[in-house]
C-alpha cells in the first residue's frame, strides 16, 4: 500500500486549501479512507471519514461545516477541502485506509498564519 499526501502549504486565516491523497496497492474503492492530523506536540487526531462508496461522511467537531472530505474511485484519490482556515488547523495532514491502518505516508504541512 502507498498513500502520498499533497496540497498543504500556507494560509492565512479565513483562507482555504484542498488537500489531495493518492492511493495504491489496494482496491480503493472497497475501503473507507480517514483524514487525520498531528499538531506540534500532541498526538495524531483524526478529522473526517469518508466511507468506500463516498455516500458517509462524517467530521470531527472541530471541522464541522468548515472542512468537506471527498473522493475520486476513478482516480483513487481523496480529498479534503478546508475552508475557513483557523490557527489551529496548523498540523501535519495525513490520508489513512482502513485496509492498512497501521501504515502511514509522509503527510502534508498545513500552517494557518498572518
Known amino acids: 500500500v502507498q498513500l502520498v499526501e499533497s496540497g498543504g502549504g500556507l494560509a492565512q486565516p479565513g483562507g482555504s486549501l484542498r488537500l489531495s491523497c493518492v492511493a495504491s496497492g489496494f482496491t480503493f474503492s472497497w475501503y473507507a479512507m480517514r483524514w487525520y492530523r498531528q499538531a506540534p506536540g500532541k498526538e495524531r487526531v483524526l478529522v473526517a471519514s469518508?466511507?468506500?462508496?463516498?455516500?458517509?461522511?462524517q467530521y470531527a467537531d472541530s471541522v464541522k461545516g468548515r472542512f468537506t472530505i471527498s473522493r475520486d474511485n476513478t482516480r483513487n484519490r481523496v480529498y479534503l477541502q478546508m475552508n475557513s482556515l483557523k490557527s489551529d488547523d496548523t498540523a501535519v495532514y495525513y490520508c489513512?485506509?482502513?485496509?492498512?491502518?497501521?501504515?502511514w505516508g509522509q503527510g502534508t504541512q498545513v500552517t494557518v498564519s498572518s
Open positions: 489513512n485506509t482502513l485496509y492498512r491502518p497501521d501504515y
Open positions: 469518508i466511507n468506500g462508496g463516498g455516500g458517509n461522511r
